[in-house]
């Protein structure tokens, strides 16, 4: 009844199409269990509602009923995709870590001199900065690559999406690497490995930018997720 009357993304979740949560937790096979009165039974198949079923990365288990207590700890029994995402993100973030001593670049051009690479985090937007501000960021981070060297998780926040990409742009049309050296630019390798998403905005720039053309759509065809 809770679900029914106050969870806000049913439809966005394709819920909608049972006629109330009851009996979409009877086709899934577990409303026996989200009935049970043992307080883990009932708990360990709510967290597998919300990181499971749901598996949006936003809807999740936090805290046990009282009748379970606070130390109990309760199992998953499948690993939803956004939770093993997020497991995957944190392993090779620790070794990219090590692998450039905690400063990681946002622009860097292979040995060879033909492919540039483009990485950051998170898609960063304030909505508070005009075109005359963006555009004096791309030119202190032009004048100030060691920024860029270190941009990774440290000033994605001062120095926003576009304003990163637009100095990256110029670099990789000048045919130049991070420290303004002739390289000859074939190729170029977004790199999201790490990326936890962020603003929609900054997202469409990033896609017109790498295409030319961005129309975005916010709804995942394959769960019908937003």
Same mark, same amino acid.
């Given at each position: &009844?809770?679900?029914?009357?106050?969870? $806000?993304?049913?439809?966005?979740?394709?819920?909608?199409?049972? /006629?109330?949560?009851?009996?979409?937790?009877?086709?899934?096979?577990?409303?026996?269990?989200?009935?049970?009165? #043992? /307080?883990?039974?009932?708990?360990?198949?709510? @967290?597998?509602?919300?990181?499971?079923?749901?598996?949006?990365?936003?809807?999740?288990?936090?805290? *046990?009923? =009282?009748?379970? $207590?606070?130390?109990?700890?309760? =199992?998953?029994?499948?690993?939803?995709?956004?939770?093993?995402?997020?497991?995957?993100?944190?392993?090779?973030?620790?070794?990219?870590?090590?692998?450039? !001593?905690?400063?990681? /670049?946002?622009? +860097?051009?292979?040995?060879?001199? %033909?492919?540039?690479?483009?990485?950051?985090?998170?898609?960063?937007?304030?909505?508070?900065? #005009?075109?005359?501000?963006? @555009? %004096?960021?791309?030119?202190?981070?032009?004048?100030? =690559?060691?920024?860029?060297? +270190?941009?990774?998780?440290?000033?994605?926040?001062?120095?926003?999406? &576009?304003?990163?990409?637009?100095?990256? *742009?110029?670099?990789?049309?000048? !045919?130049?690497?991070?420290?303004?050296?002739?390289?000859?630019?074939?190729?170029?390798?977004?790199?999201?490995?790490?990326? $936890?998403?962020?603003?929609?905005?900054?997202?469409?720039?990033?896609?017109?930018? &790498?295409?030319?053309?961005?129309?975005?759509?916010?709804? #995942? =065809?394959?769960?019908?997720?937003?």
């Amino acid at each position: &009844m809770n679900l029914d009357f106050n969870y $806000g993304l049913k439809a966005i979740h394709g819920i909608e199409s049972f /006629p109330d949560f009851d009996s979409y937790f009877a086709a899934a096979g577990i409303r026996d269990d989200l009935k049970s009165v #043992n /307080p883990l039974k009932f708990a360990t198949q709510l @967290k597998e509602v919300c990181e499971f079923y749901f598996g949006d990365g936003h809807s999740n288990y936090y805290y *046990n009923s =009282p009748y379970l $207590g606070k130390d109990t700890e309760v =199992p998953s029994i499948h690993l939803g995709s956004a939770t093993e995402k997020d497991l995957r993100n944190q392993q090779y973030s620790e070794v990219r870590n090590m692998t450039y !001593n905690g400063s990681i /670049p946002a622009y +860097e051009v292979s040995t060879d001199g %033909q492919t540039a690479i483009v990485r950051f985090d998170s898609f960063t937007f304030t909505g508070s900065k #005009n075109a005359a501000a963006q @555009k %004096q960021d791309r030119e202190y981070l032009l004048d100030n =690559p060691a920024l860029l060297k +270190e941009y990774v998780g440290k000033h994605e926040n001062t120095y926003e999406t &576009m304003a990163m990409f637009s100095a990256v *742009n110029e670099l990789i049309q000048s !045919n130049k690497d991070i420290d303004g050296n002739d390289v000859d630019i074939k190729n170029v390798v977004l790199d999201l490995s790490c990326n $936890g998403g962020g603003a929609n905005h900054a997202a469409c720039f990033v896609i017109a930018w &790498m295409l030319g053309y961005c129309k975005f759509d916010f709804r #995942n =065809p394959i769960t019908g997720a937003k």
